[in-house]
């Protein structure tokens, strides 16, 4: 899942416009390619989403984005407040190149594809608690686990911090949690959930003034 940090809502909404219009790109590329999916093919909407932001996309096989099934069914945009979320079918879509251009073209703060949100509530063990029933009641009471431990966010793939003046818990998402937090991510809205990313490393990127991205 790629995951990315805006200044303002209204910034996070033009981004997420921008990449509802790359999926209604891709869905058209799918269906009208004569081989969308050949080893060698480029698909000219990651090209030109580069080309409209300024990053360079990989001319070669490599810039494909790789999902299970058909763009039209897999490919997900969701925004939260300040936060923007792309993803689809458990896949990195896009890689350092989509950060590149999520930063560098469109003003994200931060991006990544290990997202820990950090949430400020009046409440963090009431509002912990009421996120875990709601998911129970969603079926996903194995997908999930509620704790104090701050190492456990060390161990977590996805993770959800409720937090006020050093009074934190966190929901915790192993790998095959993925569809409770997605589940989760709408419940947030209102609450201006922040991106708690690594500040170096293989998932992270941030402004720092030119260093790399990736």
């Known amino acids: ?8 809502v209204a910034a996070a909404e033009q ?16 269906e009208t390619a004569d081989a969308p999916w050949s080893e060698g093919a480029v698909p000219a909407p990651l090209v030109e989403l580069g080309r409209r932001h300024g990053v360079p996309w990989p001319g070669d096989a490599a810039s494909r984005f790789l999902l299970k099934g058909l763009f039209s069914d897999e490919a997900n945009v969701l925004s939260v407040d300040r936060l923007v979320f792309f993803w689809g079918g458990g896949f990195d879509l896009g ?38 029933e709601f998911l129970v009641e969603e079926d996903y009471e ?62 992270a990127s941030a402004v720092d003034g030119g260093g790399a991205l990736g």
């Open 95 to 132: 890689g350092a190149w989509l950060r590149a251009v999520l930063l560098r073209g469109l003003g994200a703060v931060q991006c990544t594809d290990v997202p820990r949100l950090a949430v400020r509530v009046d409440d963090p063990q009431a509002r912990a608690a009421a996120s875990g």
């Open 15 to 30: 981004a997420a416009a921008e990449l509802r219009r790359l999926v209604a790109d891709y869905v058209v590329y799918e």
């Open 1 to 8: 899942m790629q995951a990315a940090e805006f200044s303002t």
């Open 142 to 203: 194995e997908q999930f686990t509620t704790t104090a431990d701050d190492a456990a966010l060390d161990r977590a793939l996805f993770a959800i911090t409720f937090e006020r003046d050093g009074d934190r818990v966190h929901l915790t998402f192993d790998d095959s949690g993925d569809w409770a937090f997605v589940a989760m991510l709408p419940q947030l809205s209102g609450d201006d959930p922040a991106l708690r990313a690594p500040a170096r490393g293989p998932h």
